[in-house]
């Protein structure tokens, strides 16, 4: 497989990384990840195919970013993470997959989706990982969303509300998340299919676990695991007869599950009130 | 009860938008919905029956929430169930311990699925909502590759394991409605659940580990073991409810065996409010809802897949509700 | 010429939570360059009063006027613009970060130039902006937070127990800082309920009982007359029986605590009540955490004859070690569970309620019903325990403890936030569990409770014990050892 390739195949997955690493910093898990991703790919499918592929990218970005400020929403009202979380996973699911199987009834397909060319969503996840870490390190912004995910109140006796500053980032991040899903569609796959995120928003949890909550090692994970997903598609072109295409399939949740297994137990490393709902003390 | 209250008005709510987008006729709708779901014995039956597998997930996510524990895996434990089933029940000769047998193997594997992630958890400090999640994943594949491979059927054309024997099937009490032994068998841990939470110290540990960890720690209580415990207990439910979906309903294991129960679990579980009995309800109420979204798709052409969305919708306003 | 008006002005302050009145109708005022000391005992309200004026918290009613000028904060950052600060008791710091991230939070804009400038001005040694705040020690995040207040140059400055966690020779630096500050004009508003900084450093004195302000001294006045103002009319505990103490049941052995601390060696006898008394933060809650087999670290604990290390929570109580823990709300109750169920809790598997491997739930609400009734908490067994007060919410805790019949009772801050009533009943109880044979082991930073319930008294500083005392310690020879004179 060639870089440029390998690329392809981790953008989706770089882009969503990425953006669950701006949320977790702000404290906020999300596991609905996956259905906001979902939510990204419909749109761009369904956008590109009359108007084009960049248009398809601009409404995956709206509908990821729509997507994520509903869960934040409902986690600002106090509800717990996690449950929030699992609940949009189910709505992405079940959103996308209505709508696309009522619209095939009417014709759309979800095949031949224009496609992007190689290099904007590419490079742009390569430069992305870059501006998330001069965001998060350098910039005030940067400082107060750090702070969110490590001290709300601290950040509310500095006189800021950590309730807008995590809406905020999450409608960022949603807006990533879509990209990703766009990313999907619109240049690994050229086609729209149900579930087609194929469990790509947990990996991206896992990733940003395993990067220890830093752009660059999450980077690294992210390509090194794009290029064995990429690399199963290439055994099952070969035709490799005693490997079962299934089992590649299930490869990358494997690898990942058995490193979590054997990276030794550290609770170091994650921004301290993560997965926390905060209340306001008054 | 507002509880109730509030997902019921999701669903009436969620259910008009979807009819409507569809550009059915509401009427028509609710109608062939309420046919679907009640409207002759069979019908009943039907609904009883896609209650069963909601019943298994929602007591099992209901007995690790319960317990503190996030089991986001019932869907990978009950598929690891079915598995197992299939896999033990055509290996031995028929005969009636088959049903049994089958059963047995389910219940284990589900066990051991959520096993896994209760190792992960006890000795590595792995998060279970990532380990049960990828293990889901992970068990999709598994059957993917299973009915494809070892267990498709003799005659190779499709991705479906044989058929199990006869001797294997649950006891249908009233044929041709699909009203099986599962159904009771359910019920039957609902009960046994109720009797473990409330009159039991290990019930009680149970549920002063879910409810305040520290304090349990405190009165001397292993939390960690009792909440590795609980989710292994929880995989068995859900590996039961793959084992009796397939002996009861399906009699062969095939590709998407599950809809997604182990998730509607959770919608479940949260509606009943963590309690087995009000979860049993619940798990009525959106086995219904899976009875009738087979007329709707024939009346009025709603996509089945629209029952996912409304129970994410339930989950997500009844998680904003939590908060005071 | 028309005089000044006052720095601070308050007049009729009142604020009320659900059940009490914190501040009933508040009235004081306070000149420019004036250090004034808030004093008052738990729960008199001082901290309510400090939050008002810092701007966490709107009054009910009453005004308040900054040098003339109308008064009325919105929120923290508001009061920050008009230039009154407030160092907290509970730092609002962000671990992870360094001192200069936490400082560039807390501010709009502006350098961090003056960092090093203001301490020559204080004489105050600030910590250096490139250090982590998990690395500091509890004195020196203090100095943050007050270099973090002072950054906004304010002219009313509130400290809510700055000396808490202070040594003595940190706490003569802060009140040589405070009164420097004073003197460029700066107004001081501190709260303690410690006697002896008042005269050390303040101006004048403002005393505080249930909400109100009962009197207006100078810092000069004398010790009898301001404690009488504080405390007014006390119920008399009763006197304790002093029995026969037994063979030693307990001992730590070279138990190294928390960092900077030294290890302890520690011995307890049956019937035996001692206490750990000091400025906190100095080892005594982590001694008797790790006798409680609540925390780990180095050292071994030996209860009965068997000696462990790392013992864990589960292991002692089967040796009879049973804890009332600090934190009530997260490490004693379990909310959601009922008063009865909360009381079993730890003991469940054995009693008269078993039945084979059943527990018979009425036989529990019996046993919960005899408990409520003997410890008089006002409550009901089967309700919830979170709907209980706090004051019956801390008697739970120490019912389950005591009715354990426990070997050794370890009790830390058994009686924090607790009404005096409620406090004198958790005291008796203590005292009951003793005269059944068990070894006590309390910590507490009440000096008076301290005196009153112990057969021996620790000092502890820095993990060392650096004071000894057996049944007849004076209060004033113990605050000494406390304010650090050598014993």
Redesign the interface.
């Known amino acids: 497989m060639s870089p440029a390739e390998v690329l392809t195949a981790a953008a989706p997955l770089l882009w969503a990384a990425l953006a669950e690493l701006l949320g977790e910093r702000a404290g906020v898990l999300n596991i609905g990840i996956e259905g906001v991703m979902l939510s990204g790919c419909l749109a761009a499918a369904l956008t590109a195919t009359p108007l084009g592929p960049w248009w398809g990218l601009a409404a995956a970005a709206v509908a990821g970013c729509l997507a994520n400020l509903l869960f934040a929403m409902v986690i600002a009202s106090g509800a717990d993470q996690v449950v929030a979380g699992t609940g949009m996973v189910l709505v992405g699911a079940g959103l996308t997959g209505a709508i696309f199987r009522s619209l095939q009834a009417r014709g759309f397909s979800g095949a031949l989706v224009p496609t992007l060319p190689w290099g904007p969503l590419e490079v742009g996840a390569l430069v992305l990982v870059a501006l998330v870490w001069w965001f998060l390190q350098r910039t005030r912004a940067g400082l107060i969303v750090r702070a969110c995910g490590e001290n709300p109140d601290a950040v509310a006796a500095a006189g800021r509300n950590p309730v807008t500053v995590r809406v905020a980032v999450l409608a960022v991040a949603g807006g990533l998340v879509g990209v990703g899903g766009a990313a999907l569609v619109l240049r690994a796959a050229g086609s729209f299919v149900e579930g087609m995120t194929a469990g790509r928003g947990f990996l991206a949890l896992a990733l940003v676990l395993l990067g220890r909550w830093r752009p660059l090692p999450i980077a690294i994970g992210t390509v090194l695991l794009g290029a064995a997903t990429g690399f199963q598609f290439h055994l099952q072109g070969l035709g490799l007869a005693g490997v079962p295409y299934q089992l590649l399939l299930a490869l990358p949740y494997v690898l990942t599950l058995a490193v979590l297994a054997l990276v030794p137990p550290s609770r170091v490393g994650g921004p301290a009130a993560l997965g926390k709902a905060y209340q306001r003390q008054r | 009860m507002r509880r109730w209250l509030l997902a019921m008005a999701v669903i009436a709510g969620a259910g008009l938008v979807?009819v409507l987008?569809?550009g059915a006729d509401p009427w028509q709708a609710l109608g062939a919905a309420l046919a679907s779901a009640f409207g002759s014995p069979v019908a009943v039956q039907e609904t009883l029956a896609r209650t069963t597998p909601l019943l298994w997930c929602g007591l099992a996510v209901a007995l690790a929430f319960r317990a503190g524990v996030?089991n986001?895996g019932a869907e990978g434990q009950l598929l690891a169930g079915a598995t197992a089933a299939t896999a033990a029940v055509l290996a031995v000769p028929a005969g009636p311990w088959s049903g049994p047998l089958g059963l047995l193997a389910g219940g284990l594997a589900g066990a051991a699925w959520a096993g896994i992630a209760a190792a992960?958890r006890l000795?590595?400090?792995?998060?279970e909502?990532?380990?049960t999640?990828?293990?889901n994943?992970?068990a999709v594949?598994?059957v993917?590759?299973a009915v494809?491979?070892p267990l498709q059927e003799a005659a190779r054309t499709y991705p479906q394991s044989d058929a199990i024997p006869r001797a294997a099937w649950l006891w249908r009490p009233f044929p041709p409605g699909r009203l099986n032994l599962g159904f009771l068998l359910a019920l039957a841990a609902t009960g046994l659940l109720v009797l473990a939470l409330?009159?039991?110290?290990w019930?009680?540990?149970i549920?002063?580990g879910g409810?305040?960890p520290?304090?349990?720690?405190?009165?001397?209580?292993?939390v960690e073991r009792v909440q590795a415990g609980a989710l292994v207990l929880s995989g068995l439910l859900a590996g039961l409810g793959g084992a009796v979906e397939l002996t009861g309903m399906t009699h062969r294991l095939f590709e998407r065996f599950s809809p997604?129960w182990g998730?509607?679990g959770?919608?479940v579980a949260?509606l009943g409010g963590l309690e087995p009995v009000a979860t049993a309800v619940a798990a009525a109420l959106f086995g219904a809802l899976a009875a009738a979204s087979g007329g709707l798709q024939r009346v009025a052409?709603v996509?089945t897949?629209?029952?996912?969305?409304?129970?994410?919708?339930?989950?997500?306003v009844l998680?904003?509700r939590?908060?005071? | 010429m028309t005089p000044l008006p006052p720095r601070l002005a308050l007049s009729g302050l009142v604020r009320r939570f659900p059940g009490v009145t914190a501040l009933a109708g508040v009235s004081l005022s306070a000149a420019a360059g004036e250090v004034v000391a808030l004093l008052g005992e738990n729960g008199a309200g001082k901290s309510t009063l400090v939050e008002v004026i810092g701007g966490g918290l709107r009054p009910d009613g009453g005004t308040l006027e900054l040098d003339g000028e109308p008064y009325r904060p919105l929120d923290p950052l508001d009061a920050q613009r008009a230039r009154v600060s407030v160092v907290h008791q509970h730092f609002q710091l962000v671990e992870a970060f360094t001192v200069g991230e936490n400082l560039r939070l807390a501010m709009k804009e502006g350098s961090l130039a003056k960092w090093e400038e203001m301490q020559l001005r204080l004489g105050l040694p600030l910590p250096p902006l490139e250090a982590r705040v998990a690395a500091l020690g509890v004195g020196e995040r203090q100095r943050l937070e007050i270099g973090k207040a002072l950054l906004s140059q304010p002219r009313l400055l509130l400290l809510d127990e700055p000396t808490a966690v202070l040594t003595p020779a940190e706490a003569d630096a802060l009140f040589n800082a405070v009164r420097r500050l004073a003197a460029e004009g700066t107004t001081v508003l501190f709260i303690t309920h410690r006697l002896d900084e008042v005269r050390r450093v303040a101006d004048g004195v403002v005393v505080l009982r249930r909400g109100q302000v009962v009197d207006r001294l100078p810092a000069t006045a004398e010790a009898r007359r301001l404690a009488e103002a504080m405390t007014g009319e006390l119920p008399r505990s009763a006197e304790r029986k002093k029995g026969a103490l037994g063979d030693v049941v307990a001992r730590l052995f070279s138990v190294a605590l928390p960092p900077q601390l030294e290890p302890l060696d520690l011995e307890l006898r049956m019937g035996e009540i001692v206490v750990l008394a000091g400025v906190d933060g100095n080892g005594q809650a982590a001694a008797a955490e790790r006798l409680a087999g609540l925390s780990d670290g180095p050292g071994e604990i030996e209860v009965d004859g068997v000696r462990l290390s790392s013992p864990t929570p589960s292991q002692l109580r089967r040796l009879g070690v049973w804890v009332i823990p600090g934190d009530r709300t997260r490490e004693g109750l379990a909310p959601s569970l009922s008063v009865a169920e909360n009381l079993i809790l730890g003991r469940h598997r054995h009693g008269a309620w078993r039945r084979g491997p059943l527990l018979e739930p009425a036989a529990v609400r019996v046993e919960g019903e005899r408990l409520v009734a003997e410890f008089g908490v006002v409550g009901d067994a089967v309700q919830a325990v979170s709907q209980l007060s706090g004051g019956n919410q801390q008697k739970v805790i120490v019912a389950r403890a005591v009715s354990a019949r426990p070997r050794v009772l370890v009790a830390i801050h058994p009686t924090r936030g607790l009404d005096v009533t409620a406090a004198a009943t958790v005291r008796a109880q203590l005292a009951v569990a003793a005269a059944a044979g068990a070894g006590v082991l309390v910590v507490t930073a009440d000096l008076e409770e301290a005196v009153e319930t112990a057969d021996r008294i620790l000092v502890l500083s820095r993990g060392r014990v650096v004071g000894e005392g057996g049944r007849g310690t004076s209060l004033g020879r113990l605050a000494r050892w406390v304010g650090g004179e050598a014993a």
Do not use: F, K, M
């Open positions: 979807v987008a569809v996030w986001i992960l000795w590595r400090g792995v998060n909502v990532l380990s999640i990828l293990l994943l992970i594949a598994g993917s590759w494809h491979g409330r009159r039991t110290g019930g009680l540990e549920r002063a409810d305040s520290e304090t349990a720690r405190v009165c001397g209580i292993r997604g998730y509607s959770i919608a949260l052409g996509p897949v629209a029952t996912l969305l409304i129970q994410g919708l339930v989950i997500i998680a904003a939590r908060q005071r």
